[in-house]
């Protein structure tokens, strides 16, 4: 038997909404000025989601006097627990004059063909990738739900069940608000509905066996506001943070179409300043991922030492603590070299001025982007990059200056532009889909920040804080 509930856990993906959660999510159930009300839940379980929120609409939304209640759940082991559950929702709804109806519909909520439309979507739908060559995916497609994922599948189909000014509620990861894999799911949410609300949790263990960064997530079926509310749940029980109250241009950044998570006002001062400045194309620097994949070398041609025919191979492990390449090491784990062949010589660059940035960062690590200079005094004609580091380049001679690398590895190195990244992104990885999006200082400033190359944290956030915020005071809030 509990063998039983531990594969269907997997199957379905079944994580239930704890008590704490179930009372932050139903504080935010919109409030209704009308008697007659529907709601859904798609993923229901044992429907403790649809039932808070509804004890939350009698509690506070006077004039409802019936609600029609829709559930989806695809597990028949639950279909028992959420039909008691109900019947007794349903006799607390008439201790309290309000009639509730139900229906359970014991199946797969993605290909429902039913598309009624309600006033309130309440949910914590599966998550699981969905392998897009799966026939799965392929049926999907038929129902235009398919994504990269199963919860914004979810997301997808809810949405296209509210009634015009409807509210869909959802507890998901915060993985949709970024990165290129959702990204055509994000135009199409964004151009077509309104993002009213988020509240982003510090702690990622807010589901039993799970580590994921979990946000809250109200859309509206209706034109977007001016303004998002963006509220931070720290680890505590009662940890609830200010609202911030931002306008949608500040959190909505419309070239990587992802969404900035600003936790205080300082934040937002600092998006708007930086949004005056320059990205990486305007620098003239590109960024690409190390082609070199190790597992794919034949091991005759990877080396710790210097053989002949064989070039510097460069791996994270090859970054020092001061911002300069350490290479090659003695005690490296690693590899050193890796030979020049006819198979891979296509995998090698140039020796030139680079900015190296780590790709894999530890999920401990408080700092995400780690940057060094390499520049060209290695000696070697060719040089290969492992693919766990990206390497930043510079396009044409004018911007080929070891100053600007420099200026560009401290502001890499920065607090600022930790934080930066971090607003976009809850990945240990750095992809070169964000080192695109973010926006840096100018070639002017840039020169400046190279006095900052091998110094400490503090001198380098000082620094930054000073020539590109143009900040005097020194502080820098982080
Ligand atoms: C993360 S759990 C959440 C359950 C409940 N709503 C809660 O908040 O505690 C997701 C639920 O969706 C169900 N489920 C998974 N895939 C489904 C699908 N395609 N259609 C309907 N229900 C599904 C699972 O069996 C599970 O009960």
Excluded at 89 to 106: D, E, P, R, S
Excluded at 158 to 182: D, H, V, W
Excluded at 343 to 357: A, G, K, P, T
């Amino acid at each position: 038997m509990k063998n039983d509930k531990l594969i269907h856990k997997k199957i379905y993906n079944q994580y239930f909404t704890s008590k704490r959660l179930l009372s932050i999510i139903s504080n935010n159930v919109r409030r209704f000025d009308k008697s007659d009300i529907s709601i859904m839940d798609p993923g229901a379980g044992c429907g403790s989601l649809s039932i808070s929120a509804i004890k939350n609409i009698i509690a506070n939304s006077k004039k409802v006097r019936f609600i029609k209640l829709i559930t989806y759940e695809i597990d028949d082991y639950l279909i028992l627990s959420l039909k008691y559950n109900l019947n007794a929702l349903k006799k607390f709804g008439l201790m309290n004059n309000v009639a509730i109806t139900y229906k359970i519909i014991n199946s797969d909520f993605l290909i429902s063909k039913e598309l009624r439309k309600y006033d309130l979507i309440i949910m914590n739908p599966p998550y699981k990738k969905i392998n897009q060559s799966s026939k799965y995916s392929e049926l999907l497609k038929k129902y235009s739900v398919n994504t990269t994922n199963t919860y914004t599948s979810f997301m997808k189909k809810a949405l296209g069940q509210l009634k015009t000014e409807g509210q869909l509620l959802s507890i998901t990861p915060r993985s949709f608000m970024n990165g290129f894999y959702f990204k055509k799911f994000r135009k199409w949410l964004f151009t077509n509905f309104c993002f009213n609300q988020i509240l982003v949790f510090d702690s990622r263990r807010l589901f039993d066996g799970v580590l994921q960064e979990i946000v809250i997530t109200d859309f509206r079926n209706k034109h977007q506001n001016k303004n998002i509310c963006i509220q931070y749940i720290g680890k505590g029980d009662n940890k609830i943070g200010k609202k911030i109250v931002a306008n949608y241009y500040d959190v909505y950044e419309s070239t990587g179409e992802v969404i900035r998570l600003i936790r205080n006002y300082t934040d937002l001062n600092e998006i708007r300043i930086m949004d005056t400045k320059n990205s990486l194309q305007d620098l003239g620097v590109s960024v690409s991922t190390g082609p070199v994949v190790r597992y794919r070398q034949k091991p005759v041609d990877l080396s710790k030492h210097y053989k002949r025919g064989f070039y510097p191979y460069i791996f994270g492990e090859h970054f020092n603590d001061n911002m300069e390449l350490d290479w090659p090491k003695k005690k490296v784990k690693k590899f050193n070299y890796l030979r020049m062949t006819k198979e891979n010589s296509s995998l090698f660059r140039e020796e030139s001025i680079y900015v190296l940035v780590k790709r894999i960062t530890a999920k401990e690590d408080h700092k995400r982007v780690k940057a060094i200079v390499l520049d060209s005094n290695l000696n070697y004609s060719k040089i290969a990059f492992d693919n766990s580091i990206n390497y930043l380049f510079f396009n044409n001679q004018y911007n080929l200056n070891i100053d600007i690398a420099y200026g560009l590895c401290v502001y890499l190195n920065s607090s600022l532009f930790n934080k930066m990244f971090r607003q976009v992104s809850g990945n240990t990885q750095v992809n070169i889909f964000d080192l695109n999006m973010l926006s840096y200082p100018t070639l002017e400033e840039l020169k400046l920040l190279s006095s900052g190359i091998h110094e400490n944290q503090n001198i380098i956030d000082k620094l930054v804080n000073r020539v590109v915020l143009n900040n005097r005071s020194g502080n820098y809030e982080s």
